[in-house]
């Protein structure tokens, strides 16, 4: 069965610094994956995707991340965190074969704090 | 461009009460979604819509029911609310199941 595991509910970082957040999947079927943002009181927003075509994948507000088949993780990374960067972040994988979206499974989110 | 919306913002329903959470789309959007988030537990899929006429149920169904009233409208009915649904519902949208989502900004359930 598919399974999303982020480790770190909190993460903290100084403006200026890398940001890593960690996502680690299990799938039975080759997976679609995704990362998504939540600003305070808004809806999730699509950061980036991963659907197979490159394991590099590079997102919005200069994030990215990289599909590492071998360690099972989608790990998300920012080379310098700006205060914008303030928000809860969701790992999700597609629960049954290919890239339907209709059927996501999220992880329990990191939240993401950015210190002056 | 509205995108998602859902009213109502806010609720406050005694245990036994019904109430139907309503959303709409403006995207031409032909799958439509219900998710509840809980702290710490992530977001969960309650039912989706993958084209008008048609629904399905995700991973946390029980106690609900949906209705795909057209393709723009996706409402959620609570007929007898309880207290372990008290959540932030979400609604979203897309193209299709392949698509990314759009999420509206959430309805704030509490019930007591």
């Known amino acids: 069965a598919q399974s999303v595991t982020q480790l770190g509910s909190h993460v903290s970082v100084s403006e200026g610094a890398l940001v890593l957040l960690r996502c680690n999947y299990s799938?039975?079927?080759?997976?679609?994956l995704f990362w998504y943002v939540q600003y305070p009181n808004q809806g999730l927003q699509l950061l980036l995707k991963?659907?197979?075509?490159?394991?590099l994948v590079k997102g919005i507000n200069g994030f990215e991340a990289e599909f590492k088949k071998s360690e099972t993780s989608f790990h998300l990374t920012k080379p310098s965190a700006h205060m914008s960067d303030a928000a809860e972040y969701f790992c999700?994988?597609?629960?049954?074969?290919?890239?339907?979206?209709?059927?996501?499974?999220f992880g329990k989110g990191t939240k993401l704090s950015v210190k002056p | 461009n509205a995108g998602v919306t859902q009213t109502p913002k806010f609720q406050v329903l005694k245990t036994g009460q019904s109430m139907t959470l309503q959303c709409a789309q403006d995207m031409n959007h032909n799958s439509m979604y219900w998710y509840r988030q809980d702290p710490g537990m992530g977001l969960r899929l309650i039912y989706y819509?993958?084209?008008?006429?048609?629904?399905d149920k995700g991973e946390v169904p029980n106690g609900y029911n949906v209705s795909r009233l057209n393709k723009r409208e996706f409402s959620l009915r609570l007929e007898s609310a309880a207290p372990s649904q008290t959540s932030v519902y979400f609604c979203a949208s897309s193209e299709g199941l392949y698509s990314p989502l759009h999420f509206g900004n959430g309805t704030r359930l509490t019930v007591t």
């Open positions: 819509s993958a084209s008008e006429g048609t629904t």
């Open positions: 999700a994988v597609t629960r049954g074969y290919g890239g339907s979206q209709g059927n996501l499974i």
């Open positions: 799938s039975s079927v080759p997976p679609y």
């Open positions: 991963y659907t197979s075509a490159a394991t």
